[in-house]
């Protein structure tokens, strides 16, 4: 069975601050990973996805994230928060098997507030 | 390029009664996911289809099932609706049923149970 766990359901940054949104996963199997963020009354569009090539995934509007195989972790960051990037986050994990047939579990979600 | 679109966008219902919501595919994409989504929670899975046929499901009771026309578009019903049942409904596409592929999600219908 997979699981994600985000920690911390509220994060607040003041704006051009560090954002990092914490993410650490359990799997059976080597992981696919992915952020997602989902913007008041939106679906959720996808930031970027880790699927066993470079470590270090660069992905939209200057997020990155680094797969740490150690830590089953993959936190999300960006070097400088915008007010635009206020929402709500969350981390998934989809088995690389093939067997879950692109069943994504998700987070519970970490909410990203950035202050002027 | 179209992307997936859900209707209707918002629906009230009341405890008993069936639903049907609606989904189309992002132009190209052959495999649909179902996802609920709870207020304050992170969506979960209710299943997918491919090539018409149900192909993954989640923990979620028959009274959910849906079906995947030739288009690839698709429908997600649910039967004896109740009060739990409110949420928020995804519908994502995708190129290809295996893990790797990102799924594309529409804005949601947002159905209410009273």
């Known amino acids: 069975a997979q699981s994600v766990t985000q920690l911390g359901s509220h994060v607040s940054v003041s704006e051009g601050a560090l954002v990092l949104l914490r993410c650490n996963y359990s799997?059976?199997?080597?992981?696919?990973l992915f952020w997602y963020v989902q913007y008041p009354n939106q679906g959720l569009q996808l930031l970027l996805k880790y699927t066993s090539a470079a470590t270090l995934v660069k992905g939209i509007n200057g997020f990155e994230a680094e797969f740490k195989k150690s830590e089953t972790s993959f936190h999300l960051t960006k070097p400088s928060a915008h007010m635009s990037d206020a929402a709500e986050y969350f981390c998934a994990v989809s088995d690389a098997g093939g067997t879950s047939y692109g069943k994504l579990t998700f987070g519970q979600g970490t909410i990203l507030t950035v202050h002027p | 390029e179209t992307g997936v679109t859900q209707s209707p966008t918002h629906l009230i219902k009341t405890r008993g009664q069936q639903v049907t919501l609606r989904c189309s595919s992002q132009?190209?994409?052959?495999?649909v996911s179902w996802y609920q989504q709870a207020l304050g929670q992170g969506p979960q899975f209710i299943f997918q289809y491919y090539r018409e046929e149900e192909n993954g499901r989640g923990n979620f009771p028959p009274r959910f099932s849906g079906l995947q026309f030739p288009n690839y578009s698709s429908e997600l019903n649910v039967n004896a609706l109740e009060l739990d049942d409110s949420a928020l409904y995804l519908c994502a596409s995708s190129l290809a049923q295996g893990g790797n592929s990102p799924l594309h999600f529409g804005n949601g219908t947002r159905l209410t149970v009273t």
């Open positions: 132009s190209g994409h052959n495999t």
């Open positions: 799997s059976s199997v080597p992981p696919y």
